[in-house]
């Protein structure tokens, strides 16, 4: 079997590979081929997988090219992990909109925004090129941001693109572990769009346990969401949010422990990636053990403002070991052998949530067979869930309209209705200020307004 990934050079794609090394059933991946538009970053990341893979029999063959045809030719399975813009584009996104006061998170708000801008047109074009020389792959999408860009190539390509996040199962895993309940035999109620969701239950054998951690302060208090949001807020709602909502919740907050940083995320990641991709080139280095440190790095300091701010501490060990290349690779074993799993990911709603369209990708949880995922009936979500999910929607659909015509007014109305940009004038300024850091979104010019 034939794997294909697009952004063959990025820095997570050992964690894919490390995976796959694990896997010896049959059916099982033999072939992975590296796409990047960067020779230097594909040749980097070549030569992990190359250490990964010693002494390990039957290791998948790895092949890299930098041209996207032939790589997409032959592939059963193609994983898309591009970044449009490499991650100098998520610094400017993060500066740009902190400037006007307004987040810049490459997922949330105004640089999630601006981040989709950039991508949707490069990942349309991917999914017309897959549904021409690969019409029978089945597409996992990892590019963030993971909701908005499977909605757009699920336009050419429908149900066999499937988009993936590692946020809800870590949730999902870390309340499961508080309630002294094994993962595995939990049923996790779980909805809404990608990193803007909520775990409404966690059921043990038909029964409800969810309502015994909402009680008791000292369980909330013992894992990383509980200390993200607070005991009392929790309760408040009734529910555990992804832990990306503390963007919304926390917005000030927020906002002003990014601007006091040193440095943002994005501005981290690239000058700590451009360490590591300089050390795999020298031969006389181990280019995996320069990866292991580098991401050992990069687990501890996620959402490290965010953690600040509301005084949560440091990660726990068990939620620095990554996970969603496990997700891609239970997706993948699920449809390749008929191996049917329930797993939380992006797919097209087709009723689930009552306040959106058919069409529109949402994540919730789905089972997967040989004939791909089926999002599973839920409850309809609660009344402040259902206003803020139906208006990140509609922004998301504005991105897609104007990736589509290239409006200015389009991209403009596409901040403004955000829940986290204050001002019609700030989305124009937010455009234009976009507009002057990234060519790639010079063809939002197409209009006035």
């Known amino acids: 079997m034939r794997l294909t990934i697009l952004g063959g050079g990025g820095f997570r794609v050992p964690l894919v590979y490390g995976a796959l090394l694990g896997d010896r059933a049959e059916g099982r991946v033999t072939r992975v081929v590296l796409h990047d538009l960067d020779a ?13 893979a010693a002494g390990v029999p039957d290791a998948p063959e790895v092949s890299a090219t930098t041209d996207l045809d032939e790589a997409l030719r032959g592939a059963d399975f193609v994983f898309s992990a591009i970044r449009v813009g490499g991650l100098e584009g998520r610094a400017e996104d993060e500066r740009v909109a902190l400037a006007e006061g307004v987040l810049g998170q490459e997922t949330v708000g105004a640089g999630g925004i601006a981040y989709g801008l950039r991508t949707v047109p490069v990942a349309d074009g991917i999914a ?31 149900d066999r693109v499937i988009g993936i996040c590692d946020s809800p199962v870590g949730l999902g895993r870390r309340i499961a572990r508080v309630l002294g309940v094994r993962p595995e035999e939990a049923w996790i109620d779980y909805a809404g769009l990608n990193h803007l969701g909520w775990v409404r239950g966690l059921r043990v054998a038909g029964r409800d346990e969810l309502p015994r951690l909402l009680a008791d302060p000292g369980l909330l208090g013992s ?38 940083a040193g440095q943002t995320r994005g501005a981290f990641l690239r000058d700590q990636q451009a360490r590591f991709y300089a050390e795999a080139r020298d031969p006389d280095v181990s280019a995996l053990a320069a990866w292991d440190r580098t991401r050992a790095e990069r687990e501890a300091t996620y959402m490290a403002e965010n953690r600040e701010t509301a005084g949560a501490g440091e990660r726990e060990a068990d939620d620095l070991s990554g996970g969603y290349e496990k997700v891609a690779l239970a997706l993948m074993r699920a ?65 897609l309209s104007a990736a589509a015509s290239g409006s200015r007014a389009t991209a403009v109305k596409a901040f403004a209705l955000h829940p986290l940009v204050d001002s019609v004038n700030v989305a124009r300024r937010l455009v234009d200020g976009y507009r002057a850091v990234h060519p790639g979104l010079a063809y939002l010019g197409r209009d006035r307004s």
Not at 46 to 51: D, G, I, Y
């Open 40 to 52: 230097g970053r594909l040749n980097a990341v070549a030569r992990v997988l190359s250490e990964q």
């Open 128 to 158: 017309r090129r897959v549904a021409r020389l690969a019409p029978d792959a089945w597409v996992i999408n990892f590019t963030n941001p993971a909701g908005l860009v499977t909605e757009a190539m699920s336009r050419h390509l429908g």
């Open 223 to 260: 894992f990383e969401e509980g200390r993200l949001f607070g005991a009392d807020w929790l309760r408040s709602l009734g529910a555990i949010p992804n832990e990306y909502l503390h963007y919304y919740y926390f917005s000030r907050e927020t906002v002003r422990a990014y601007q006091e």
């Open 335 to 399: 449809i390749a052998r008929d191996e049917r799993a329930t797993l939380i990911l992006n797919v097209r709603n087709r009723g689930t949530l009552s306040v959106l369209d058919s069409d529109a990708v949402v994540e919730v949880p789905c089972l997967v067979d040989a004939n791909g995922a089926h999002p599973i009936a839920a409850d309809p979500l609660p009344g402040h869930a259902a206003g803020l999910v139906c208006a990140v929607k509609a922004v998301e659909r504005e991105v």
